[in-house]
Each structure stands twice: as structure tokens, then as C-alpha cells.
T-cell receptor
Framework: DTAVSQTPKYLVTQMGNDKSIKCEQN?????MYWYKQDSKKFLKIMFS???????INETVPNRFSPKSPDKAHLNLHINSLELGDSAVYFC??????????FGSGTRLTVV | QKEVEQDPGPLSVPEGAIVSLNCTYS??????FMWYRQYSRKGPELLMY????GNKEDGRFTAQVDKSSKYISLFIRDSQPSDSATYLC???????????FGTGTRLQVTL
């Protein structure tokens, strides 16, 4: 029974396309996140939602738009994909005072 | 200068060795310190979670935090080939703050 699940696992798409990644957690956590991991394995936060409210919005291009329909879901929509968007995108969730539980990642390749 | 510095390795040790992994940081507001393990093509998983300074032990793993030196360590005793992974340190200032990661150290335990 997967705690944090992301779909799709792999996404290959052409430059200029629009794509979405979905995330769901069944842990009852209040907070959900999107992180981007580059080719050097560096994990950088993009967004954080607490109970459907945006609380962290790092310096991310406007082409990236998160949406949280409810506490258990956080989706990421990316418009006009660029080559530099190629990375692994991780969804995570956490209770208020503990570490994060990560999903298994979505490997995005823009060609 | 990055907020959290971590030697990327790779670090190669024989089975049974004691492994020492380290991170330094510059933000004195960090109070919560974590270590994550990430296997290839998987999401990071939480190994250790500590608050403020001191030691914490869990099986073969010991986490140390020295806030005066802004230095944290993870020790792995009796290392096994299954410990081969990338180890990421992470830290945050408050319970609701974002988690800032080091770049990760790749560890290889050989037979």
C-alpha cells in the first residue's frame, strides 16, 4: 500500500508541450511538497502546500503551477516545456513536526 | 556558497567497515537535522531525525549533531553491500520550514 504515489513514473515529451504530474498521499499528512532533483542529485524545493494552501513558492518559472484539490493530493502542471526542465520531480508529504515521506519520482525528459 | 555542503564522493569501503558521512552548514537557525538514503531510481527515505545537538542511535546507524561547529555526521557500523546508496543530509529551521538538502554522498560497499 503505497504511502506517496506519483504518476506517471516516466514522461518523455517534446519542447513546448504542456504536461501534468499527479501525487497522492494516504498518510493523513497536512503538508505536501514538490522537489526537483537535477542530474547531480541536488534536491531543491519548488512548492509546499499545507491543507490545500500554498505556503512555500520558491523561485520557479510561472510555467510551473501546482494545484491541491484536497489535503491528500498535489498536482504539478508545466506549460511550454523546455529542455532545462528535464529532471526527476519528487512529491513528498510530512506531518508538522517530522521528516518527509517521498514518492518514487517522475523522470521527465524533454526532447 | 551553498547553505548545506556535502562531499559528493563516491566513497568506496569494504564490507564490515565503519562509514562516516558528514555535512556542514552555514545557517545557524537550523534546528532539525535528518539523514536520507536514496537508492538508484528511487525516492529518498528517511533514516534518522534529530532535534538540536547530540547523538541518536538506531541499530547500525548513529547520527551526531554539533551545532557549535555547524557540523553533522552519520556513522554506519558493520557496513553491508545493501548500504550502497546516496546519502543526503537535510535540515530545517522550524517545524513548518522548508527542508534544505545537501548534494548527497554516493557510498559503495564492496564485498
Amino acid at each position: 500500500d503505497t504511502a506517496v504515489s506519483q504518476t506517471p513514473k516516466y514522461l518523455v515529451t517534446q519542447m513546448g508541450n504542456d504536461k501534468s504530474i499527479k501525487c497522492e498521499q494516504n498518510l493523513g499528512h497536512d503538508t505536501m511538497y514538490w522537489y526537483k532533483q537535477d542530474s547531480k542529485k541536488f534536491l531543491k524545493i519548488m512548492f509546499s502546500y499545507n491543507n490545500k494552501e500554498l505556503i512555500i513558492n520558491e523561485t520557479v518559472p510561472n510555467r510551473f503551477s501546482p494545484k491541491s484539490p484536497d489535503k491528500a493530493h498535489l498536482n504539478l502542471h508545466i506549460n511550454s516545456l523546455e529542455l532545462g526542465d528535464s529532471a526527476v520531480y519528487f512529491c513528498a508529504s510530512s506531518p508538522t513536526d517530522y521528516g518527509y515521506t517521498f514518492g518514487s519520482g517522475t523522470r521527465l525528459t524533454v526532447v | 556558497q551553498k547553505e548545506v555542503e556535502q562531499d559528493p564522493g563516491p566513497l568506496s569501503v569494504p564490507e564490515g567497515a565503519i562509514v562516516s558521512l558528514n555535512c556542514t552548514y552555514s545557517n545557524s537557525a537550523f534546528q532539525y537535522f535528518m539523514w536520507y538514503r536514496q537508492y538508484s531510481r528511487k525516492g529518498p527515505e528517511l533514516l534518522m531525525y534529530t532535534y538540536s545537538s547530540g547523538n541518536k542511535e538506531d541499530g547500525r546507524f548513529t547520527a551526531q549533531v554539533d551545532k557549535s561547529s555547524k557540523y553533522i555526521s552519520l556513522f554506519i557500523r558493520d557496513s553491508q553491500p545493501s548500504d550502497s546508496a546516496t546519502y543526503l543530509c537535510a535540515m530545517k529551521a522550524g517545524t513548518a520550514s522548508k527542508l534544505t538538502f545537501g548534494t548527497g554522498t554516493r557510498l559503495q560497499v564492496t564485498l
